[in-house]
């Protein structure tokens, strides 16, 4: 049987990396059905890589009409996906080759009818060549082991966007996003964890990339490598 998997991507800006990381999804051992992509209202070069894998890959992009910011850009980008599995996407990352298809494994193991299910894997940090640190972010939590433990998942991991596969099952829960601080992939994993199956991988499928224009604040706290 085959599986619609959809790549849902917010875009702001993010020329400079966004080249090599839609490589790595056109790269996949299993390709996805859809690229979904939401710019929100770039003034780089963003659109016109967009633009030119559009033309060769099929990759679908919507430009916004005025900034929503990370939250409502993402939820716009998930609304614009038709597949039965949906995964975020980060502008500035890089996908290892097995990431789809060692993911949506997990998940077919662990899907159950009618119930939000959420796959979240690890990732490596590395600086903004894809380099590897030595050392993950101090807040940075690792499990010893894959698990759908309740207090595992929903107090000891913190879920990323970028590391997630969700069945479309999982809309009906996460929809609408907040719109205060709360970050759109901590609410994510701290919902199904409570009334869905969340299950975390500790396999890295993505190079983390930290550069100066990161959004998320942890990686502050980076200890270089040597």
């Not at 996906?81 to 995964?87: A, E, H, K, L, N």
């Not at 949506?104 to 894809?130: F, G, P």
């Amino acid at each position: 049987m085959e599986y619609k998997i959809s790549i849902a991507i917010a875009t702001y800006n993010g020329g400079k990396y966004l080249n090599e990381q839609l490589n790595s999804i056109y790269s996949q051992s299993l390709l996805p059905y859809e690229v979904c992509v939401i710019d929100d209202c770039s003034t780089d070069e963003t659109v016109s890589i967009l633009q030119e894998y559009k033309e060769k890959y099929g990759l679908k992009f919507i430009i916004n009409e005025r900034h929503l910011g990370v939250n409502q850009n993402f939820e716009k980008s998930l609304l614009m996906t038709s597949g039965d599995y949906i995964m975020f996407c980060d502008q500035d990352d890089y996908w290892l080759p097995d990431k789809i298809s060692s993911m949506i494994k997990t998940m077919l193991k662990i899907e159950e009818k009618d119930k939000a299910c959420l796959v979240t894997c690890r990732n490596t940090y590395c600086d903004s060549n894809l380099k590897q640190y030595n050392k993950a972010p101090s807040l940075e939590i690792h499990l010893k082991e894959d698990t759908t433990d309740y207090r595992d998942t929903i107090i000891k991991h913190l879920s990323q966007g970028a590391a997630m596969l969700m069945n479309r099952q999982t809309l009906k829960y996460i929809l609408p996003f907040p719109t205060n601080d709360i970050c759109y992939d901590y609410y994510i994993g701290y919902i199904v964890a409570m009334i869905g199956i969340k299950y975390d991988m500790k396999e890295s499928f993505i190079k983390y990339r930290i550069h100066e224009n990161n959004v998320t604040n942890s990686v502050n706290s980076i200890v270089p490598h040597q």
